[in-house]
Protein backbone atom coordinates (compact mmCIF):
# COMPACT_ATOMS: atom_id res chain seq x y z
CA UNK A 1 0.00 0.00 0.00
CA UNK A 2 1.09 3.60 -0.69
CA UNK A 3 -0.49 6.53 -1.13
CA UNK A 4 -1.47 7.37 -5.13
CA UNK A 5 -1.56 10.18 -7.16
CA UNK A 6 -1.60 11.09 -11.10
CA UNK A 7 2.30 10.43 -11.09
CA UNK A 8 2.31 7.43 -9.65
CA UNK A 9 -0.53 5.26 -11.14
CA UNK A 10 -1.34 4.13 -14.68
CA UNK A 11 -2.51 6.80 -17.68
CA UNK A 12 -4.15 6.92 -20.64
CA UNK A 13 -5.64 8.83 -22.99
CA UNK A 14 -9.42 8.89 -24.73
CA UNK A 15 -11.58 11.22 -26.90
CA UNK A 16 -9.76 14.13 -28.24
CA UNK A 17 -6.62 15.13 -25.85
CA UNK A 18 -8.08 13.72 -22.90
CA UNK A 19 -6.44 12.07 -19.68
CA UNK A 20 -7.35 9.39 -17.40
CA UNK A 21 -5.52 7.97 -14.38
CA UNK A 22 -6.31 4.72 -12.61
CA UNK A 23 -6.02 5.27 -8.53
CA UNK A 24 -7.72 2.45 -8.06
CA UNK A 25 -8.24 -0.44 -10.36
CA UNK A 26 -9.44 -3.49 -8.69
CA UNK A 27 -11.94 -5.88 -9.69
CA UNK A 28 -14.60 -4.79 -8.03
CA UNK A 29 -13.87 -1.11 -7.92
CA UNK A 30 -12.46 1.35 -10.38
CA UNK A 31 -11.78 5.25 -9.55
CA UNK A 32 -9.98 7.83 -11.97
CA UNK A 33 -9.38 10.79 -12.46
CA UNK A 34 -9.42 12.53 -15.73
CA UNK A 35 -9.05 15.35 -16.92
CA UNK A 36 -10.75 17.22 -20.24
CA UNK A 37 -9.72 20.21 -22.29
CA UNK A 38 -12.25 22.95 -23.16
CA UNK A 39 -14.59 21.62 -25.83
CA UNK A 40 -14.37 18.15 -26.07
CA UNK A 41 -16.50 15.89 -24.77
CA UNK A 42 -17.12 11.83 -24.02
CA UNK A 43 -19.66 9.85 -26.29
CA UNK A 44 -23.13 9.45 -25.59
CA UNK A 45 -22.98 5.77 -23.84
CA UNK A 46 -24.13 3.96 -20.98
CA UNK A 47 -23.23 0.78 -18.62
CA UNK A 48 -24.73 -2.21 -18.79
CA UNK A 49 -23.60 -3.53 -15.24
CA UNK A 50 -21.81 -0.53 -13.67
CA UNK A 51 -23.57 2.15 -11.87
CA UNK A 52 -20.78 5.41 -11.60
CA UNK A 53 -20.69 8.53 -9.77
CA UNK A 54 -18.24 12.05 -11.24
CA UNK A 55 -17.41 14.03 -8.52
CA UNK A 56 -15.78 17.54 -10.19
CA UNK A 57 -12.55 18.62 -8.95
CA UNK A 58 -12.03 21.87 -10.60
CA UNK A 59 -14.14 23.23 -13.78
CA UNK A 60 -17.22 22.93 -14.85
CA UNK A 61 -18.95 19.26 -16.01
CA UNK A 62 -21.89 19.83 -18.49
CA UNK A 63 -23.51 16.04 -17.79
CA UNK A 64 -26.42 14.66 -20.03
CA UNK A 65 -27.97 11.72 -17.91
CA UNK A 66 -31.30 10.00 -19.45
CA UNK A 67 -32.14 13.05 -21.57
CA UNK A 68 -31.35 15.27 -18.65
CA UNK A 69 -29.28 17.87 -18.62
CA UNK A 70 -26.85 19.26 -15.39
CA UNK A 71 -24.27 21.45 -14.93
CA UNK A 72 -21.84 20.39 -12.66
CA UNK A 73 -19.57 23.14 -10.31
CA UNK A 74 -16.85 22.14 -7.75
CA UNK A 75 -17.50 19.86 -5.19
CA UNK A 76 -20.48 18.41 -7.06
CA UNK A 77 -21.17 14.97 -8.28
CA UNK A 78 -23.97 12.97 -9.49
CA UNK A 79 -25.15 9.47 -9.32
CA UNK A 80 -25.64 7.54 -12.72
CA UNK A 81 -27.10 4.51 -12.27
CA UNK A 82 -26.26 1.42 -14.49
CA UNK A 83 -28.31 1.01 -17.59
CA UNK A 84 -28.75 5.00 -18.00
CA UNK A 85 -27.69 6.94 -21.07
CA UNK A 86 -25.41 9.86 -20.04
CA UNK A 87 -22.19 11.99 -22.11
CA UNK A 88 -20.08 14.26 -19.94
CA UNK A 89 -18.57 17.84 -21.61
CA UNK A 90 -16.63 20.37 -21.16
CA UNK A 91 -18.29 23.51 -22.63
CA UNK A 92 -16.22 26.12 -20.87
CA UNK A 93 -13.04 27.79 -21.20
CA UNK A 94 -10.74 25.78 -18.93
CA UNK A 95 -9.79 22.46 -18.22
CA UNK A 96 -12.17 19.96 -16.51
CA UNK A 97 -11.06 17.40 -13.75
CA UNK A 98 -13.35 15.20 -11.29
CA UNK A 99 -12.92 11.63 -10.15
CA UNK A 100 -15.22 9.12 -11.75
CA UNK A 101 -16.16 5.86 -9.23
CA UNK A 102 -17.09 3.06 -10.66
CA UNK A 103 -18.55 -0.35 -9.42
CA UNK A 104 -18.29 -2.85 -10.77
CA UNK A 105 -15.46 -1.02 -13.19
CA UNK A 106 -16.80 0.25 -16.23
CA UNK A 107 -14.18 -0.78 -19.13
CA UNK A 108 -15.62 -3.17 -21.43
CA UNK A 109 -19.30 -2.57 -20.02
CA UNK A 110 -19.64 0.53 -22.23
CA UNK A 111 -22.65 0.66 -24.86
CA UNK A 112 -22.89 3.68 -27.24
CA UNK A 113 -26.18 4.87 -27.75
Request: charged share 20%; net charge negative; proline share 7%.
Amino acid sequence: MKPVNTENTEHYTWGDNCDGWHLVKSANLSVIQELVPPGCKEVRHYHEHSEQFFFILSGIATIEVDGKEYKLHPQQGIHVPAQTPHQLKNKHEEHLCFIVTSTPPSHGDRVLV
